[in-house]
């Protein structure tokens, strides 16, 4: 089957959603005897139910897993069992606090305000076109490193700079791809040799952890002029994720001596890293193939437009054109949820998932798993089935999330799998919709986004689902 795949490697998800739709929605790849390359692939909800909930401890990432993963460290996204459980609890224990959502919605308040809008104004004063895609993916870079680091490298302006950790970061998610679909010998032999994707990975990364350990050195300087936590709380009110993980530790290790791990500086950037990915290319592939799909549905665009005005036009004491919206203020746009929600669905942002089953098992569809199989997840695929979404599957329209009362309709999460399901369910799911909210309402007030003429919208070859020429716009001047 190894062959097939690699011809259709191009339209790869496609690819899989034909051949799942065949095959009743779960199948077995076989790849050639000594590659070992043998997966079962499911997009049926109840397999995938039973996968991430109710059999969860049967399903882990896995040693393999790792390895393909090897540049994510062992943070949240690699680890199982207590490892697992110990970043998740931190992690949401930061999510949780109001003061972490306060500085989050300041952070991107002052970049929609600071950066972002001034560069479309400017693309538009100009006439030129530009990627929006890269723009947005400057955007969420410059976020999370605030969020993260506490540390803005300002990728986002007029000038577009080149920012080598930036770019580092697509690189080695392509890599990551590729060692998907190649047998584990060949991606190993490469990276013995140093040469191709392996070579770009290991650069990559070089550039990645010069980058972050030099972070956490300042970060760690800065911190030890104080003497306690609370002469750092007074003069940083609030603060990014770093600075939080290091004084945590501080302050646990004199209750406890029995810490699971040791936030040491490989902790910090294993976790840094983890949430870089979490947060910046997510939100990028989400808001790129959301307005790509507004630009092909100008009625929708018109009723998100509409929908903003009624709550926030001039009547209401607004001044939609030079504001931005604050976290309070978007959990009103109901019909905006619902678009982002069938956008996900048609584009989820990770495309598949990866998980390996420790003991033999049966699937509710009746499939036998043998121990050890790796079973892959196309949540790709589980947005485009008849059978869960209806004979208008692949239509954009947010309509079918919107229930009669004008609120959201609930979809179980094995259905609407964008978010992932069960006990590892995305952690920022929330804080996704709140930073996507603003943002496109940010741009629809200010200006008209066309898609330039003969642009075609390609996915690419990575592990998250990002366009693989980038989004060729031009930007007007919208009349409100
Ligand atoms: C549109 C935006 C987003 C989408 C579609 C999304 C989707 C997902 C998916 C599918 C997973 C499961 C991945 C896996 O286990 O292999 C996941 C996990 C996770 N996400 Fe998100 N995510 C988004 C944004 C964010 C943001 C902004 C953050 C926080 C900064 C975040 C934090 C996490 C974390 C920490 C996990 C790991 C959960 C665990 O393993 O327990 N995500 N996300």
Redesign the pocket.
């Known amino acids: 089957m190894l062959p097939k795949v690699l011809w259709n490697l191009h339209r790869i998800h496609d690819f899989a959603t034909d051949i799942l739709k065949q095959h009743g929605r779960t199948g077995e790849f076989m790849g050639p005897w000594f590659t070992k390359m043998n997966y079962l692939i499911t997009s049926d909800p109840m397999n995938v139910h039973h996968i991430m909930s109710k059999s969860f401890d049967n399903y882990v990432k896995g040693p393999e897993f790792r390895e393909i993963f090897q540049v994510f460290g062992l943070g949240?996204?690699t680890s199982d069992s207590e490892t697992?459980r110990y970043h998740?609890s931190l992690?949401l224990s930061l999510?949780k606090n109001r003061k972490f959502e306060m500085f989050l919605e300041k952070t991107i308040q002052k970049k929609l305000k600071g950066s972002l809008i001034p560069t479309l104004e400017y693309a538009k004063q100009q006439g030129i076109e530009v990627d929006l895609q890269d723009i947005f993916n400057r955007f969420t870079f410059d976020n999370i490193c605030s969020i993260v680091l506490g540390y803005d490298p300002n990728c986002l302006s007029i000038d577009f700079p080149h920012v080598a950790c930036e770019k580092a970061f697509n690189e080695a998610e392509e890599s990551i791809f590729y060692r998907h679909v190649v047998p584990k010998s060949v991606w190993k032999l490469l990276e013995w040799l140093q040469i191709g994707e392996e070579r770009k990975m290991s650069e990559a990364c070089k550039v990645f952890d010069q980058f972050i350990y030099s972070c956490i050195a300042s970060k760690r300087e800065e911190l030890s002029k104080y003497n306690n936590k609370s002469q750092i709380d007074e003069s940083h009110p609030q603060v990014d994720l770093l600075s939080t993980l290091m004084m945590m530790r501080e302050e646990e290790s004199k209750k406890s001596q029995s810490q699971t791990l040791v936030h040491d500086d490989k902790f910090l950037r294993d976790t840094a890293f983890?949430?870089f990915v979490?947060?910046r290319d997510?939100?990028t592939s989400?808001l790129t193939w959301f307005f790509w799909l507004i630009a092909k549905n100008p009625l929708v665009e018109a009723k998100i437009l509409e929908e903003i005005k009624e709550n926030f036009g001039a009547n209401n004491n607004h001044d939609i054109k030079h504001n931005v919206l604050s976290i309070e203020e978007v959990k009103k746009l109901v019909y905006l949820h619902g678009a982002l929600c069938e956008s996900?669905r048609l584009f989820?942002?990770?495309p598949f998932?990866s998980k390996q089953a420790i003991n033999g098992d049966v699937f509710p569809s009746g499939y036998h798993v043998s121990p050890n199989t790796t079973i892959l997840v196309s949540?790709y695929s589980m947005g485009r089935f008849e059978e869960i979404w209806g004979k208008d599957c692949l239509e954009f329209k947010p309509e079918r999330w919107i229930s009669e009362k004008e609120g959201i309709i609930h979809v179980p999460s094995y259905k609407f799998i964008?978010?992932?399901a069960g006990?590892?369910?995305?952690?920022?799911?929330d804080?996704?919709f709140m930073?996507?909210k603003m943002v496109v309402a940010a741009i629809l007030c200010n200006f008209c986004i066309q898609v330039v003429e003969g642009h075609e919208a390609k996915p690419s070859l990575s592990i998250v689902l990002l366009m693989k020429d980038g989004l060729k716009v031009r930007i007007t001047k919208r009349e409100v």
């Open positions: 949240i996204f697992w998740r992690l999510f983890n949430l979490a947060g997510t939100i989400a996900l989820p942002p990770i998932e949540l964008s978010f992932n006990p590892r369910t995305c952690l920022g799911k804080l996704s930073q996507m």
